[in-house]
């Protein structure tokens, strides 16, 4: 699954794709984004509908009975069970959101066999090109992620999976990141009741990801 990806447009970029109004992130550093770190979103303002880029700490609340024993919630980074109670209550339109990036990556293995990831980006003549997951967030929720930190309250994000195309099942044939990349599939994710915006949790077309 990807734990790893990295962004490298900055905010006038994001915004101008995803048609949003309002800056809440400030500038920001490309690079790239590791598990629990915060990083850019882009949502649906709760109180006037305005569509703003934001940031939130990536992994949403692990479900119960992952948490037994456990002193910590490191969160879950990727979601593909839909069906699940946990996930379902956060599948209204209010906890949708877009994850932009411009790459990503999947576990593989070099040579001598030692874990090396691999990277993904959308195929064309742009070295960089800017796409979004399909993302949720849930706001201001409070969990203790790490015992040094002690319990937080913070906005969190993670993204849906999907079965992998050609080029990403041929690295990780279990699972891929649900990527959009047309502007109507931004619109349906955000604003369209789930029996419609689930059918975006599919994987790309064939031949649309290449290696950078």
Not at 68 to 90: A, F, I, L, M, Y
Request: aromatic share 10%.
């Amino acid at each position: 699954m990807c734990n790893l990806y990295s962004l490298r447009k900055g905010p006038a970029a994001i915004l101008d794709l995803a048609r949003a109004m309002e800056n809440q992130a400030g500038n920001l550093e490309g690079g790239s984004v590791y598990p629990d770190y915060p990083a850019p979103i882009v949502r649906q303002d709760a109180t006037n509908g305005v569509r703003v880029l934001a940031t939130a700490r990536w992994g949403l609340p692990s479900p119960a009975f992952a948490l037994e024993g456990k002193k910590t919630d490191k969160g879950v980074t990727n979601v593909r069970n839909t069906s699940s109670p946990h996930w379902r209550r956060w599948l209204k339109p209010e906890n949708r959101c877009l994850v932009p990036f411009t790459a990503f990556s999947e576990p593989g293995r070099n040579a001598e066999g030692k874990y090396e990831p691999v990277w993904f980006r959308l195929a064309g003549d742009d070295p960089e090109p800017l796409a979004f997951f399909a993302g949720i967030w849930v706001p201001q929720w409070t969990s203790t992620r790490k015992l040094k930190e002690g319990e937080v309250t913070a906005d969190l994000y993670a993204f849906l999976t999907t079965t992998p195309n050609a080029e990403v099942g041929a690295v990780h044939p279990k699972a891929m990141p649900v990527i959009l990349t047309e502007a109507e599939e931004l619109e349906t994710w955000l604003t369209a009741p789930w029996d419609i915006a689930k059918e975006l949790q599919r994987p790309l077309a064939d031949g649309v990801l290449q290696q950078p």
